[in-house]
């Protein structure tokens, strides 16, 4: 088989679109097959409702009250002083010692932080 041959075998001479019209110029089969691969990876909306209904919540309403619950500044004391006060440092270079030991001066701070 010739060159010519092959090239021939391999070329698309027509397609038909979306509105049953059958397109030969290059341009238009270049639109066809454009407009085809949109529609075929665009997203679509579909149904998830009967998917997602399937999946139990992770976080229960106790935990959701729980976490979304105001912080109190008395939380924030216990749980410093429940600390070893010779911890790693925290972001700021800070052992919780510091704090411990300085909370009547810089609670409030921390509580409004």
């Known amino acids: 088989m010739s060159a010519n041959a092959r090239s021939k075998v391999k070329k698309i001479e027509k397609l038909v679109n979306d509105a049953d019209v059958v397109i030969t110029s290059q341009e238009g089969l270049c639109e066809v097959v ?3 691969f949109d ?5 679509s909306e579909g149904n998830h409702g009967p998917v997602l209904s399937l999946i139990q919540p992770i976080v229960t309403h106790d935990d959701n009250e729980r976490l979304t619950s105001l912080i109190l500044k008395e939380k924030i ?5 429940q ?3 010779d911890k790693s440092p925290g972001p700021d270079g800070f052992i919780p010692a510091f704090y ?4 009547q001066l810089c609670g409030d701070d921390i509580f409004e932080a």
């Open 77 to 81: 004391h216990t749980a410093l002083m």
């Open 34 to 36: 454009k407009c085809y």
């Open 83 to 85: 600390m070893h006060p």
């Open 39 to 43: 529609s075929l990876f665009r997203a």
């Open 100 to 103: 411990q030991h300085f909370w």
